[in-house]
């Protein structure tokens, strides 16, 4: 683990980040979803719904976060990335389709990428991280991030503090699945042996990881989507963790671009 100085005052790092998936996620499981109403309906909930709670939240505690959008959202939902980028907030890349890398040839991988970047910096965000759905990069996708001239990426799990991947600029923000709100939450038709937790275990779960990650002068990235934490018990569980980080009094809260920027400065290449 690589020691960063946060800012003055401050011993670690935390940023709020959202994959809005809308129905993609559920189209990239199965692609005969598209015919299935019901099922989408969970995805439209994360923009309809569950989006506009959460920024609202976001301003009421004026804390900026981070949204990684798949590109076909950008037109489908124009209004929820407006809202997202009047809000201050930072958009990022979570690939075109949702299909996760591992999974695309390479020339449809650099398609889907080259499509977002486009759709997302035509909607007038600023466009410096990536994060792939599922977090399962391909052999090629740092490659590809590189070529782009991103800034960092979000989606390996070695460690809990920024680093330098080895031989490039790109700077990895990690994460972890216990700091995602899916594993706790997510349930969908045919995955039945899950068990939806309620909000105070989970909340006992990422404070413990985030005093255990501030502990360590490490950076807390929790992994959330409007689909499912934006429940309304939810988007108090979130108001709750925001309350918790502040309390602590030495968190910087920040973008990952921001979290990014400041690791660039100061790690070596």
Not at 21 to 49: F, H, I, K, T
Not at 149 to 166: E, Q, T
Not at 225 to 252: C, E, F, K, Y
């Amino acid at each position: 683990m690589t020691t960063l100085t946060w800012p003055s005052g401050t011993t670690s790092a935390a940023s709020l980040t959202f994959d809005v998936d809308a129905e993609s996620v559920w189209l990239a499981m199965d692609p005969d979803n598209a015919e299935r109403p019901g099922v989408l309906s969970q995805g439209r909930y994360g923009p309809l719904v569950g989006l506009p709670l959460i920024l609202d939240l976001l301003a009421e505690k004026d804390v900026r976060a981070t949204f990684f959008i798949p590109g076909v959202n950008v037109s489908l939902y124009p209004e929820a990335v407006e809202a997202i980028i009047r809000g201050g907030h930072e958009v990022g890349l979570h690939g075109y389709t949702h299909t996760r890398p591992s999974r695309l040839s390479p020339e449809d991988e650099r398609s889907e990428l080259e499509r977002s970047f486009d759709e997302l910096t035509a909607a007038g965000g600023t466009v410096v991280g990536y994060r792939a759905p599922g977090w399962d990069v391909s052999a090629q996708t740092l490659d590809l991030l590189e070529e782009k001239g991103l800034l960092y990426a979000s989606n390996f799990m070695d460690d809990i503090a920024p680093y330098r991947h080895p031989g490039r600029r790109l700077v990895e923000l990690p994460v972890q699945w216990i700091l995602d709100d899916w594993p706790h939450f997510g349930w969908h038709t045919g995955d039945s042996a899950r068990t939806i937790k309620g909000t105070r275990e989970v909340e006992e779960i990422w404070s413990e990881e985030l005093e255990g990650i501030h502990r360590y002068g490490g950076s807390t990235i929790l992994t959330m989507h409007p689909q499912v934490t934006g429940r309304p018990s939810r988007v108090a569980l979130l108001g709750r963790m925001i309350d918790r980080m502040q309390d602590l009094g030495n968190v910087w809260i920040a973008t990952c671009a921001e979290i990014a920027a400041l690791a660039d400065a100061q790690l070596p290449r």
